[in-house]
């Protein structure tokens, strides 16, 4: 039936006449380009509003992924091993930082020395204990869009960790001169300084022979000095001269030296007394680096040295604690000061910074402990970044004693104070940069590439250009 059925349909073909089906080619070809386009941009919509979600809500765990190896296999550990770190039995800390440079360009030498500071609070050590020292008001200066306010990781528009809050500055200007820096190690007052009556009110801190003290440098220096404002250097010698005093006077039990500055490890050349663990972000003939500049700011925000630091303090806090912690508070925080207590010397200051710092092709960070009754690696950071812990039990106690009183307290009181506390903090601007135009305001701010106006903006301008093409 089959082979039928085939012959039949050959002898059908072979009948009928050899006709050519005509070519049907269509009047205009179109791509539909507007359906694609608008394909597109459905899809991107929903990526754009994740991503502004997540720039302005929920913010990055980490500030750097590849901190969360190594938090692992240094921190969580100690939290459970039988010979944690061990503190120097010290009854007190102080920390002397020093920014000395000057003008809008050195921006990022302020957020070493402000990024340092904030550690320093949430370790628990008051401004009675810190003497912080900043040779330019960076913060209100005409140049920076965000007045009053500084930010090591980016502005955001506004919205970023604002170094700034809560810090009390101690010498300022011209007022950050070799001989303050001097006089504050060794306890010389100014006459009238520190007393309730006269020009000079600072009250230095009281150091002894069980106190342990943090010194920081941050800003242009060279072989064996350092600059200060560019009119006067501190040199090596200066440095292991007055910390030899300061040993003879029994001003210290333990000093942690650290330098931020181009061949920083020279600094402490010269240095012979017992018990200084001396660190320096970059050796002889070496360059410190900054990390990376913001485009709201106009300027590199930190050096790397100084931000790997804070990063990787900030991350293992993230990891470790189990309860929600600001990363930005300028108070006791009982998880930073946990992480601090299991992190030694050499790990947070010298073998990190290599490793995850990125300082540079021919940068490395040099150290020494050798005249020092303990190693660096045995030393908890805790011991020079936090206060001792009678000390944070007793803020403690004042925290919950403040919180049990706010409940019959008269709730004005607290926003009157506030309020003063507000204005003396903020800059003082000239009348002639001081606008009533919310346009004006509204781009001073910035605008960043996940914000919900710019994307508008995009989409309506695709559409406009795909009509416009089209009609073309």
């Not at 604002?162 to 001097?182: C, K, N, P, Q, R």
């Not at 009250?203 to 000095?225: A, C, I, Q, R, Y």
């Amino acid at each position: 039936h089959n082979q039928q059925a085939t012959s039949k349909t050959k002898k059908h073909n072979q009948t009928q006449p050899n006709i050519q089906r005509p070519l049907i080619v269509p009047h205009r070809t179109r791509v539909p380009v507007m359906h694609s386009s608008i394909s597109l941009i459905f899809v991107l919509i929903p990526v754009f509003i994740a991503g502004a979600q997540g720039q302005y809500k929920q913010r990055a765990p980490l500030n750097n992924r590849r901190h969360e190896s190594t938090i692992r296999n240094i921190i969580q550990p100690r939290f459970t091993r039988d010979d944690p770190l061990k503190s120097g039995n010290h009854t007190s800390n102080v920390a002397v930082i020093v920014s000395s440079s000057r003008y809008w360009f050195n921006y990022r030498h302020v957020t070493n020395a402000l990024s340092i500071y904030q550690l320093l609070k949430r370790g628990g050590i008051s401004d009675d204990n810190i003497i912080l020292m900043l040779a330019d008001d960076i913060p209100c200066n005409m140049r920076n869009p965000f007045r009053g306010k500084i930010f090591s990781r980016g502005a955001n528009g506004g919205i970023g960790d604002d170094l700034m809050e809560g810090v009390e500055i101690d010498y300022s200007g011209t007022d950050v001169t070799v001989d303050a820096f001097l006089r504050v190690l060794l306890g010389r007052n100014l006459p009238g300084e520190g007393e309730t009556n006269g020009l000079h009110r600072r009250s230095l801190p009281k150091m002894d022979e069980n106190t342990n003290v943090m010194v920081l440098l941050t800003g242009h220096g060279g072989d064996n000095f350092f600059k200060f404002q560019d009119g006067e250097e501190l040199m090596s010698n200066d440095i292991a001269s007055v910390f030899s005093q300061m040993y003879a006077m029994k001003r210290y039990k333990e000093i942690l030296f650290i330098s931020d500055t181009c061949q920083a490890f020279t600094m402490a050349d010269e240095i012979k007394v017992p018990n200084v663990y001396s660190v320096g972000s970059s050796l002889k003939d070496q360059n410190s680096y900054a990390s990376h500049s913001d485009p709201q700011v106009g300027q590199s925000v930190i050096d790397r040295y100084s931000k790997v630091i804070k990063d990787f303090v900030d991350d293992a806090v993230t990891m470790t604690s189990t309860s929600k912690t600001d990363a930005m508070s300028s108070s006791l925080d009982s998880a930073t000061v946990a992480v601090m207590e299991r992190f030694n010397l050499h790990d947070a200051l010298v073998r990190i910074p290599m490793t995850h710092g990125e300082l540079g092709a021919n940068s490395k960070v040099g150290h020494t402990d050798s005249l020092c009754s303990r190693k660096m690696n045995q030393v908890p950071l805790s011991d020079f970044f936090a206060a001792p812990l009678e000390e944070r039990e007793r803020q403690m106690k004042q925290r919950q004693h403040a919180a049990s009183a706010s409940l019959w307290m008269n709730e004005s009181n607290f926003t009157s104070s506030e309020q003063e506390f507000v204005v003396e903090q903020e800059c003082v601007l000239p009348e002639a940069t001081i606008t009533d135009s919310p346009v004006k305001e509204e781009i001073r701010d910035g605008m960043s590439v996940f914000d919900l106006k710019f994307i508008a903006a995009a989409i309506g301008l695709v559409l406009f250009m795909n009509m416009v093409s089209r009609k073309w």
